[in-house]
């Protein structure tokens, strides 16, 4: 087999739909809460938050997967999967087949004993290593559910190939102020990983680049036999956490040779877009992100489309055209089915089916679906959960003080609402 490997640094790529990707299945780690992001996966997992107007966050992986030629994907899930699963049930339910292409649900099912459900991500993937056996695939991709991006797989399997890596791992730099968030790693020139540490508190800088760390973006790529071993090694180990970031990834490192994969712009050279919206404040802004004239994330691309569940509903609409009461949304972004009725909406992020009447003001906040904004309302800089209804003459992001009483208010000033902070326990619209 002739194996074309990326050049990053030419600029020159196809499409990696090949023998790799095709003997490659993917897992999605999407059992995790995300309780950064605090009140909003109270009652859903991360992945299955609402992201982009009519996306979850699980879309983008599973995107990526479908996109690249990967069509053989698990996703395994655990905390508070019901809208999860759902969602995976109706928006790519129509990818299925016996002996074909397939994205299923793995729940934890206690597989190892009664008492067992999923301990750490490691622990995760070996609770399904029957599956994946039976399947044969010659390589695993380990990705993270809850991560924005766009990304094509095939050259970093072929990368992977190439060097003739035990393990890769995508990486890509961050803010050293925020690397404590992921596993950060030190690189040599020649690709290979020197060190990996989970979550450090006090993150290592890169070598020449002040003010930058090396993370790691939860993605894995392991030859299959190589990656039962090491589960297997590691399920019989009392110590160990059962973690790819905190156990596996450090102890390979020790014993084999492991490659890092730079998530560059196949043009530019430079760093692609990835988030991890895993704080309030950073899922607010990566969403009015969205609705800059030139967005670093397009989601636009007909090349690279970002699939989901699309419910059938109607066009957005404005209506009111006086001096009175005039129905605008200028700067933003406005999904299916909203109305927006003599109201004014400015650099704000209009989920599905939202509704604002008439005399309210909504200006940089976040709407997710199905959020009703009552008369003569004002809201700023706020995430407003789905389902929630706000009653007529609310003010939010007014008086910060004010609503720290009643609602969730980060450091920066963003004012988190849910159903449950306003007495409507409406769960059926996680």
């Known amino acids: 087999m002739t194996i074309n490997v990326y050049n990053q640094n030419s600029g020159t790529a196809g499409r990696f739909v090949s023998r790799l990707t095709r003997d490659t299945m993917a897992l999605v780690l999407a059992g995790g809460r995300g309780s950064r992001l605090e009140n909003l996966t109270d ?28 069509r053989r994907v698990g996703v395994l899930t655990q905390y508070k999967a019901h809208s999860l699963i759902r969602h995976i049930q109706r928006g790519w339910g129509m990818i299925g087949g016996d002996f074909g292409p397939f994205i299923e649900l793995l729940p934890a099912q206690q597989r190892v004993d009664e008492n067992s459900w999923y301990k750490g991500t490691a622990d995760a993937v070996f609770q399904n290593l029957d599956i994946i056996r039976s399947l044969g695939p010659k390589h695993i991709l380990v990705l993270a559910g809850d991560h924005v991006y766009k990304m094509d797989y095939g ?23 925020d690397a404590h968030a992921f596993g950060v790693m030190s690189m040599a020139d020649d690709g290979r990983i020197e060190s990996f540490e989970e979550k450090p508190e006090h993150p290592k800088e890169l070598e020449g680049k002040p003010g930058t760390s090396l993370a ?10 190589f990656l039962v ?55 607010w802004q ?16 007909k090349d690279w489309p970002i699939w989901t569940h699309q419910e059938q509903i109607p066009p957005a609409k404005f209506v009111f055209n006086t001096e009175e009461k005039r129905g605008v949304a200028l700067d933003s972004m406005v999904s299916g089915g909203c109305i927006i009725s003599g109201a004014e909406v400015r650099e704000s992020s209009l989920f599905s089916n939202v509704s604002v009447d008439e005399f309210s003001i909504v200006q940089r906040s976040v709407l997710l679906p199905n959020v009703v904004v009552k008369d003569h309302c004002e809201i700023y800089n706020a995430v407003v959960d789905k389902g929630c209804i706000i009653p007529t003459g ?34 059926s619209f996680v």
């Open 155 to 177: 050259p970093m399997l072929a990368y992977h190939v190439a060097q003739r890596s035990a393990l890769t791992v995508g990486c890509i730099e961050v803010p050293v102020q």
């Open 229 to 283: 071993e090491q589960l297997i090694e590691d399920h019989k180990n009392p110590d160990s956490s059962h973690d790819f970031g905190k156990d596996i990834i450090p102890k390979v490192i020790e014993q084999s040779t492991v490659y890092g994969y730079s998530f560059l712009d196949k043009q530019s050279g430079e760093q692609s877009y990835w988030k991890d919206v895993g704080t309030v404040d950073s899922f």
């Open 286 to 301: 990566a969403n009015l992100d969205l609705t800059r004239v030139v967005p670093d994330l397009n989601l636009y691309d």
């Open 216 to 225: 790691s973006m939860g993605i894995y790529i392991f030859d299959v036999d």
């Open 394 to 427: 609310t003010k939010i992001g007014v008086d910060i003080e004010s609503d720290r009483e009643k609602y969730y208010v980060t450091d920066n000033g963003v004012t988190l609402v849910t159903p449950d902070m306003l007495g409507q326990n409406l769960h």
């Open 43 to 70: 009652w859903r997992a991360k992945p299955a938050v609402p992201f982009g107007g009519k996306f979850r966050i699980i879309d983008f992986p599973l995107s990526n997967c479908l996109n690249s030629g990967i």
